[in-house]
């Protein structure tokens, strides 16, 4: 699970990969974000998606309200691996800081599957 910061842009980096799993190694793909809340009416911003050019994107988003959330992630109208992710937005960041975990939350795009 991702922990990030209410009122406070966060970017997670996310990387494509063809449907047998090998990393896309050029950008272009047709990228799509959702940040919705799990409990609550406020569904936050993604402030930007850049296409990185090497099958990467970064993604940067916020929150401001403190909660679960989800982040769904699709290529070309498919979901990828793992999307929704799962978020937590913490009210302070040192409250974000004690349980984040590595801010990268890719594990691919496999289309077709």
Do not use: K, W
């Not at 991702?2 to 990969?17: I, M, Y």
């Not at 109208?77 to 974000?96: K, Y």
């Amino acid at each position: 699970m991702h922990v990030a910061t209410r009122r406070e842009r966060t970017s997670v980096l996310v990387t494509a990969c063809d449907a047998l799993g090998h990393r896309c190694p050029v950008g272009g793909a047709e990228l799509a974000v959702a940040l919705a809340p799990c409990a609550h009416c406020h569904y936050g911003a993604v402030h930007a998606v850049l296409d990185r050019g090497d099958g990467t994107y970064l993604i940067s988003y916020s929150a401001e309200i403190s909660g679960r959330y989800s982040l769904a992630v699709t290529i070309h109208g498919e979901h990828i691996n793992g999307s929704p992710f799962r978020l937590v937005v913490a009210s302070s960041s040192d409250e974000a800081a004690v349980s984040s975990p590595p801010r990268r939350l890719s594990r691919g795009s496999q289309p077709g599957r």
